[in-house]
């Protein structure tokens, strides 16, 4: 498992120890996660998107119809499951989009993108080494947001 993945235990009591494994910042504050919240012209869709084209779960939505909603790649308690949030955007989104996300991939990036390709994602960038030290491919959502699927060299193929 990649350094940033595996949970960091401090010693002390239970009530003592960090949320979820946090470091505390320099100031001695806890942050322990942080979760993309992309604008959306229909939250509805999207979540189908993400859900049976990508393969995410959907965690819950709020609102009739949805308003604000979540996506995960597993278990939504644990610390190394990918998620992000939706929100119903207010008016027209900007071209192109603001940000772009990457999505760690554990093993099988190759064989993940060809299973995207298959299903028809529109592709960016197909997967090759970056010399950051990473293996990435990049594809459009169903908005326009790009997510790079990355994958550290040595476990990627």
């Known amino acids: 498992m990649p350094f940033w993945m595996q949970p960091q235990l401090n010693s002390g009591t239970s009530a003592e120890r960090s949320i979820m494994g946090a470091r505390k910042t320099t100031n001695g504050h806890e942050l322990y996660g942080v979760e ?3 604008l ?15 393969g995410f779960n959907i965690d819950f939505e709020a609102g009739s119809p949805p308003v604000h ?5 597993g278990d939504p308690s644990s610390p190394a499951t990918a998620r992000i949030r ?5 008016g027209p989104l900007a071209e192109p989009r603001s940000c772009y996300l990457y999505v760690y991939v ?10 995207y390709k298959n299903r028809g994602v ?6 090759r080494d970056r010399p950051w030290g990473l293996r990435q491919f990049d594809i459009l959502d169903c908005n326009g947001y790009v997510l790079s699927f990355v994958a550290e060299k040595g476990i990627a193929g």
């Open 36 to 38: 993309a919240v992309l």
């Open 40 to 54: 959306v012209p229909d939250v509805r869709a999207t979540l189908a998107f993400y859900r049976d084209v990508l």
């Open 69 to 73: 909603a979540r996506v995960s790649s």
């Open 86 to 90: 939706f929100e119903l955007a207010s």
């Open 106 to 115: 554990g093993r099988a990036l190759d064989d993940l993108f060809i299973s």
């Open 122 to 127: 529109t592709i960016v960038d197909v997967p």
